[in-house]
């Protein structure tokens, strides 16, 4: 267990977050991230799928509530997160392992603590169960 | 600051139809108002970072509109139609506009002068106001030789008729200067007209093609009642409100200029509240008397700004609406008062067409008149140069505004309908359009013909509230500095990130041309697969996905024109029917994934 070393798989909105960071040194500090242009085109299957390919978890950043460019596609996403709690946990997938946070980070200096502080809890969940 | 790739810009395509955001339709020249409060909203927080986007939006803008900077003080038409407006408040273009002439206007004056060739053929424009300046850039811009001829000893025209308070002079300066400079436009000064050398006959001779009439409204309308003159406007003490305006530009006149009198001005329009707001900031007690009702909404209402009949109430001033002018009654040679009879109607089905009751009389006594009910184009020149019809009015081509009786000719700006700043640029780019296409042989209107649609409010659950807009103190600001307060670069970003992007992403691509995206991407619906089942129509808030009967089967479909791609949809069919055409973002996806395990 001491050696786990969890994979975290990070969407985060463009509008957001880490627009006014060089995107290539960015991504040399996070794995597995994936900009992605608004949060509400991150589909209940991505989320999923990132568990079946051994993620064990997946964050996800969005606009500020109200913020949304395309007006709502954080809550859309807030809403499908909150409904794939309940599926992960009829998987065994405990809750903790997706997480949505929503906030403006221009710079994306937090993003890579958020992907840490988020294995640190996953690495108190363990792996993840295969499913 | 970004990395902005040419060919992403936002353009105005040639189409018949074309859906733009309601803020660009109502703009007289379409300013890509969106693209550029996307860009405004994604600067960095702290200023000096911020500087460098700022000149790249400013420099974006500029293209299309040299002016933009002062039109960040005193237009906003564009306000008038933002679907925001029935959510709080229009976003306040203007103000972000102003913000990106508080970095950019310095900028001007260091602002490359552009390389074009100009191996064209000779153009004269006969003034220097907004459409004659709007003409020469662009005609200088396809290469063509242009000159000005301006009457007076400086460009801008009514621009200087703004009062200060509104529109700095430094500003105004700046603007002009680096206009003509930048794109290389002569520019020939005290150019009267009659005077030798300048006719155009004379133009003609000297090799010019093609000459643009722009100049204006010189003279101010005189007062009359019926059909008459009213008598009296010779009376000592009695003035035009553009000749006020005009020599306080030019700094004739002293601080205390009407200290202690009583000062009456006659008109409802904008130019009659700045010559009113004008005369109280030189010391004078003022009452306004206007024919119009305080209704605005009503077809005979003020046609004065809200925000200038607002600060000139702020300001002390007294408003008389309802009131039109019979007599002026002077004592010695001096004006005394004037006799006003109610006014029952401004406007019937022929148009401007006043009716009073003259058993309803009042009397305002003042010690000065300041008369400012319009202004009147140079006709003795237009008739010497054959340019009016026989009833005496121009006879030029709505729409092409080339002159009916002389084919090298066209005629813009105010001397052809007075307007706005922004309309007599709008007639500048058309006549710089029609007399690029009359010189090289094109067909005069194929294809200029547009026709646009607004898009509606997009669905949202919540809606922000405008930022405030700070005026000075009407108690601290009776003086010509700026009184109104220009946002904060945080302020800036919060406004500009209230924009709801509600027009086509065609017209707008700021995400593409900062890198968030690669293209538009078109969504595509697999029919086979889509159950009609309806959850991307509620998934999708700008109405772009359908669903539609085909072939006796309920299938979803998507308008590319509303369409943002932003793949909500996509995430919301249950059927994965919807899907983003080349969109690299699920390349990535699927990669990070694959090197997952």
Known sequence: MSDFEPKIVCFSCKF??????????????????????????????????????????????GCPEGDCHYQDGNFETKK????????????????ERVRME??????G??????????????????????? | MWKTTRDSGAHVEDAVKQMLPPCQIKCPINEDIQRTNVLISLLPEDIESAKAGIIQIGDYLYEKNPFFNICGYICGICELECNYKTKGGAIRRRLLKRFLSDYYTDYLSRKKKTETIKDREDVAIMGGGPGGLMCAYILSQRGYRTTIFEASNRLGGALWLIPEYRLPRD????????????????????????????????????????????????????????????????????????????EVSHGNIGPDYFKNKRVIVIGGGNVAFDAARTARRLGGEVTVVALECEDKSSQDGLPADEEEIRAAWEEGLRIICSRGVRKIIGEGGQFRKIDC????????????????????????????LIITIGQAADKAFLQREGLLDERGRLAVDSFTLQSLLNPSVFIGGDVRRIGFMVEAMKEGIEAAESIHRYLRGLHMRWGRKRDYEALGLPQRTSYKQPTDVVWIPPEKRMHFQLFERGL???????????????????????????????????????EERCSGCGACVYACNYDAARLVERDGKLVSETDMFRCKSCGMCVAACPSEARALVDDATYDRIETTFSLLS
């Open chain 2, 171 to 246: 500003v105004l300066q700046n603007t002009l200067d680096s206009l003509i400079r930048i794109v290389g436009i002569d520019v020939q000064y005290g150019a009267k007209v009659g005077e030798d050398g300048f006719t155009l006959e004379q133009l003609k001779a000297k090799g010019y093609k093609a000459v643009f009439v722009a100049k204006g409204t010189p003279y101010p309308r005189v007062l009359t009642f019926g059909r008459e003159q009213v008598e009296g406007q010779d009376l000592s003490g009695v003035m035009y409100g553009l000749d006020l305006l005009y």
């Open chain 1, 16 to 61: 957001s977050w880490g627009y006014l960071a060089n995107e290539t040194s960015l991504s040399s500090q996070i794995k597995n991230w994936i900009p992605i242009i608004c949060s509400g085109k991150v589909d209940a299957k991505h989320i999923m799928e990132a568990f079946k390919h051994g993620a064990d978890g997946v964050l996800i950043l």
């Open chain 2, 488 to 526: 904060t670069l945080k302020e800036a970003i919060e406004e500009a990130r209230r924009c709801l992007t509600c027009g086509p992403c065609l017209s707008c691509k700021a995400c593409i041309s900062i890198g968030f995206e690669k293209s538009l991407y078109a969504v595509a619906v697999d």
């Open chain 1, 109 to 131: 200096k937090r993003i890579p603590e958020l992907v840490k502080s988020m294995s640190e809890t996953v690495r108190g969940l363990g792996p993840v169960r295969q499913i």
């Open chain 2, 341 to 368: 009879p109610r006014c029952t109607s401004v406007f019937d089905e022929d148009g401007f067409n006043p009716q009073f009751d003259c058993t309803d009389c009042v009397e305002i006594e003042g010690d000065i």
């Open chain 1, 102 to 107: 929503l906030s403006l980070d221009p710079e």
């Open chain 1, 80 to 95: 499908r997160v909150q409904l794939l709690h309940k599926v992960l946990d009829s998987y065994g997938i405990e809750p």
